[in-house]
């Protein structure tokens, strides 16, 4: 009896080293595919990655870009390209996404993100800007609005997290949050598996629209499942309900002017919890119910996406030069 309980230890142990293996060398591989394509810049409590597209003096705020949860910045960058001729469009790799990183896990919420966010534009010389923001980092660019007003010029939100839903942020996500199993597990099976499953995860979200060809790789989504992205986004998510639940009786203090943009049909974030009742909350709001659209609205609809920011850019140039 003893004996097989060593043995069942040991085959155990030799398989934990050799999954630390594999993970170790698929991180080397994703990294070498996807290498950083902007610049670092180091702020408060993290060094976050920067891209920056089309002209530095063009006419207007500059455009931040924010992405959501599970994601990184060249989500958004087809988008940023489509504006990026005639505006200068700004790329964040939210704190521990991406390239960008951050030196504690814990700092996941909206307030310290958006904190870390604004460090990084102060230091590349945006004073104020419109924030385009999808999904988790609606609630994100809701709470630069709120504590640091005079930084966001305007909020064009797509599919945003504004409010606490009912359930969880899924089991898997408490897992990985947890002491001592959770980075077992994030240096073990989770690269290998999500490996396995990526293609079907992210064409999930898309539904019912149907994923780019191609989507998982322009979009750099394997970086997710290096273990240090992994447990941040996971932890991103088990604390964005409380997160929302505090800021959400302070959103009709939001002056920015707010263009929301959300599908009917969204299964990940449902517009009818979060966009409506935001469109409801915030002063002069704007919200576009999509009919037949998921929740990656920025692919959906992406000429109604870009017309959208443009609109808000070119009032907001009007309104400077009236001003002068």
């Given amino acids: 009896m003893l004996t097989a ?7 155990g142990l030799a398989l934990t080293l050799l999954l630390t293996l ?7 591989l994703i990294q070498r ?34 992405h959501g949860a599970s994601s990184n910045l060249r989500a958004m960058q087809p988008l940023g390209e ?24 814990a700092d996941s919420m909206p307030e310290i993100q958006g904190r870390m966010i604004v460090e990084a534009l102060n230091k590349i010389g945006v004073s104020s800007a419109i924030v385009v923001a999808h999904s988790w980092a609606g609630a994100l660019a809701l709470r630069m609005a709120l504590d640091h007003p005079e930084r966001v010029a305007g909020l064009v939100l797509l599919a945003p997290v504004a409010y606490p839903w009912r359930g969880g942020a899924g089991r898997y996500n408490d897992v990985i949050s ?17 490996y396995l499953v990526a293609n079907s995860g992210a ?52 002056k920015a002017p707010l263009s929301i943009l959300s599908g009917d049909v969204d299964k990940t974030v449902t517009t009818g919890i979060h966009s409506r009742l935001l469109a409801a909350t915030v002063p002069h709001a704007k919200l576009i119910v999509l009919p037949g659209v998921g929740h990656m609205v920025q692919y959906a609809a992406s000429d109604l996406v870009a017309s959208g920011i443009e609109t808000m850019a070119d009032r907001m140039t009007r309104d400077i030069v009236t001003a002068q």
């Fill in 82 to 105: 489509r504006i990026a001729g005639t505006r200068r469009v700004i790329l964040v790799d939210r704190p521990g996404h991406g390239w960008s990183t951050r030196e504690r896990v």
């Fill in 33 to 66: 595919a996807f290498p950083p394509q902007g610049r670092m810049v180091d702020v408060a409590g993290a060094r976050l990655h920067v891209v920056e597209l089309g002209p530095r003096d063009a006419a207007g705020p500059p455009i931040v870009m924010l």
């Fill in 203 to 254: 064409s999930g979200v898309f539904a019912p629209q149907p994923m780019p060809d191609d989507f998982v790789r322009d979009s750099a989504t394997l970086l997710l499942l290096r273990p240090r992205e992994f447990t941040a986004n996971a932890r991103d998510l088990v604390t964005l309900k409380a997160a929302v639940v505090e800021q959400a009786p302070r959103y009709a203090e939001i």
């Fill in 22 to 28: 594999a993970t170790q060398i698929g991180v080397a």
């Fill in 178 to 194: 947890t002491p001592l199993i959770g980075p077992l597990l994030a240096h073990t099976v989770t690269l290998p598996l999500g």
């Fill in 5 to 11: 309980i060593i043995a069942l230890a040991a085959a």
